[in-house]
């Protein structure tokens, strides 16, 4: 048995998306043999950021500088826009240095289930950028589930009226997919979305 603060570090831990209370286990027993090195580094780096962190009044990013790194370079399309519904989407997509452009993200989805209304979103912000000029391209970039493709859904209506190229990211067969194991949604998806060949 461990002591009530190495049990409460390892269920704070386990309260961490994608660590479960064996993995949390682990992760303490790893920090408990190295922790003349790593406790020091991990505590600064936690304390940092908890002091620093800010939200991007901009388009929405989590970052220790305001407005965010990705807003603040001027090497970035600013013509493009491509609007996530996360942070955790932006950061995905910023990480496969596919997208140039800046990003807006929305703080979720539209969702009756859950009672989220297009007032509670960061689409208001979105308009305004939007509205302000200099932007040619919005990528709406939403999941793809029901209530990420009415999201898309809902804001295509609201951006119709300005004069900007409305795309959507591609959906369907994943590169390596092989057939037997997809679901019905993405190979109908697949199968909506298909293009001549040529």
């Given at each position: 048995?461990?002591?009530?603060e190495i049990e409460?570090?390892?269920?704070?831990?386990?309260r961490?998306p994608?660590?479960?209370?064996?993995?949390?286990?682990?992760?303490?027993?790893?920090?408990?043999?190295?922790?003349?090195?790593?406790?020091?580094?991990?505590v600064?780096?936690?304390?940092?950021?908890r002091?620093?962190?800010?939200?991007?009044?901009?388009?929405g990013?989590?970052?220790?500088?305001s407005?965010?790194?990705?807003?603040?370079?001027?090497?970035?399309?600013?013509r493009?826009?491509?609007v996530?519904e996360?942070?955790?989407?932006?950061?995905?997509?910023?990480?496969?240095?596919?997208?140039?452009?800046?990003?807006?993200?929305?703080?979720?989805?539209?969702?009756?289930?859950?009672?989220?209304?297009?007032?509670?979103?960061?689409?208001?912000?979105?308009?305004?950028?939007?509205?302000?000029?200099?932007?040619?391209?919005?990528?709406?970039?939403?999941?793809?589930?029901l209530?990420?493709?009415?999201?898309?859904?809902?804001?295509?209506?609201?951006?119709?009226?300005?004069p900007?190229?409305?795309?959507?990211?591609?959906?369907?067969?994943?590169?390596?997919?092989?057939?037997?194991?997809?679901?019905?949604?993405?190979?109908?998806?697949?199968?909506?979305a298909?293009?001549?060949?040529?």
């Amino acid at each position: 048995m461990a002591s009530q603060e190495i049990e409460a570090l390892a269920n704070a831990l386990a309260r961490l998306p994608g660590l479960g209370p064996r993995s949390a286990r682990r992760a303490v027993l790893w920090l408990i043999k190295r922790r003349e090195t790593a406790f020091a580094g991990l505590v600064d780096a936690l304390a940092s950021v908890r002091e620093r962190l800010v939200e991007c009044p901009v388009c929405g990013n989590v970052d220790t500088t305001s407005p965010c790194a990705i807003c603040a370079d001027p090497r970035r399309d600013a013509r493009a826009l491509c609007v996530v519904e996360d942070v955790a989407d932006l950061w995905a997509l910023d990480r496969a240095r596919l997208f140039t452009g800046r990003y807006h993200v929305l703080g979720g989805r539209l969702s009756a289930l859950e009672g989220v209304r297009p007032e509670d979103l960061n689409i208001a912000s979105l308009l305004h950028r939007v509205a302000g000029g200099g932007i040619d391209e919005v990528v709406l970039a939403m999941n793809a589930t029901l209530e990420g493709q009415t999201t898309a859904h809902y804001l295509a209506e609201r951006l119709e009226s300005y004069p900007v190229r409305l795309t959507q990211l591609a959906h369907g067969l994943p590169v390596g997919g092989e057939l037997d194991y997809l679901d019905e949604g993405t190979l109908a998806q697949a199968l909506r979305a298909r293009r001549p060949l040529g």
